[in-house]
Structure formats: C-alpha cells, structure tokens
C-alpha cells in the first residue's frame, strides 16, 4: 500500500525565503507585495531573506552609477529599460514605495549590505533592515555599499553600529554569504526576487499579492522541507 504524504500540522506558519539583492528594485517592489499578502494571512508567515547579487563583479568600493549603466545597456537606454522604469514608477505608489532613480550616483556592491542583513535576522531585525537597505537606494540614492551608511541603518533599526563597523571591517560571515548565494544559484536561481515556500514551491518576480496569498493558501497544506 503506497504511503500517504503526510501534510503539514494545522495552524503553523508557511517559511518563505526570499532570494533576492538590494540594489534590485523589483525585489522592493515584491517584497512590499508579499507583505500586503502576508499582512492578511493567517498565522502570518514567516520570511527569511536570503542573498543574491545581480554582478558580484561590481569593485568593493562600487562603481559609478552613471557609467556602471552606459557599460551595460550603452549610451541611450532602449525602451524596454525605459518601460521597466515606467513600471515601477507607477507600481511603487500602490505598495508604499518612491523610487527616485535620478538620486542614484553609485552602484554599490552589496555583499556587505547581506552581511548587514544576516546579522539584523539573528536579533529578529530583518523587515527592520531590508526596508531600510531598500529604501536608502531606492529612495534616497545613498551608497548602500558604503560603511558608514550601513552602520547608520544598523543603529536606525537598534543594534549596535560600532559592533557592526567592527564586523564590517573584518571578514566575519563573508564567506557563508558567498556560499549562501552559490547554493541558490545551485538550485537554479537566476533571477530575483524569488520566494520559496515551505521549501517546495516558488514564486519568481515582483508578483500582486493575491498571487502570494493563492501560493500561502497551497503551502500552508504541505509539509515544509528544509532547503
């Protein structure tokens, strides 16, 4: 007799993962969309965030934005970049969002802005520390890549910034974040963001929050899986 799945135990919150990069401003958009989905679920899940980097070539110092672009889409931007642009300018009011990006002079790397995030997770601070990561780019041009910024963030959200700077400047958890991001590319991650819930189904991209809320309603019935 073949064995029964067995299912997940009533009244648990679904773990979700998201794959995703703070210079990414899809990946903004859709977390604020799994919040307002997340915000009408109940027990309200649980989200994990997770590391990615759209060019981990970018120097540690970071890059000039406006040149970092011109090398990579050319002098004048197509449509297709101008549209998205459009998009999300239009999509951002509706989830809380401002995007600003004439205020954006650098294109930071953000291996230690995950860094940041790993650490505010362990003191139960990572909604705290992705809005303020999202927000500081996206909004406000800063240089998210950049020490004294980050320790900022870090003191905003109540922890220790000169524990942080510490941390920063020495290579604490550098390596766990790079083989964090080397798993998920393992798993076939190649674009953010990108839920994973309960370890078993996906999400890819900035989706509207009934999409999630559906996606939570089916996760919620399986029994979760480490990944």
């Known amino acids: 007799m073949a064995k029964r799945k067995k299912s997940k135990p009533a009244n648990l919150p679904v773990e979700v ?63 297709r970049f101008n549209a998205m642009r459009d998009h999300l300018e239009a999509a951002g009011p509706d989830a809380g969002i401002a995007f600003d990006f004439k205020a954006i002079t650098r294109r930071p790397n953000t291996l230690n ?31 998210i890549g950049d020490l004294d910024i980050l320790c900022r963030i870090a003191g905003d959200i109540g922890m220790d ?16 974040i790079q083989n ?5 590319r393992g798993l076939g991650v190649t674009g953010v963001p990108f839920f994973i819930y309960a370890g078993q189904m996906a999400v890819t991209g900035a989706q509207p929050p009934e999409t999630h809320r559906k996606v939570l309603a089916d996760a919620a019935k399986l029994e979760p899986q480490d990944i």
């Open 17 to 79: 993962d998201m794959v995703s990069d703070f210079v990414c401003p899809w990946c903004w958009l859709g977390y604020k969309q799994f919040i307002q989905a997340a915000d009408k679920t109940k027990p309200r899940p649980n989200l994990s965030f997770r590391p990615y980097m759209l060019d981990s070539a970018v120097p540690e110092e970071g890059a000039d934005y406006r040149e970092y672009m011109k090398a990579k889409f050319g002098d004048k931007p197509d449509n």
């Open 113 to 143: 802005a995950h860094r940041l995030m790993r650490w505010a997770q362990g003191q139960d601070l990572g909604h705290e520390c992705a809005e303020q990561l999202f927000r500081a780019y996206m909004e406000k041009g800063e240089d």
């Open 161 to 176: 910034a000169e524990l942080v700077r510490d941390l920063l400047g020495g290579g604490q958890d550098k390596v766990d």
């Open 180 to 184: 964090e991001m080397l798993f998920f």
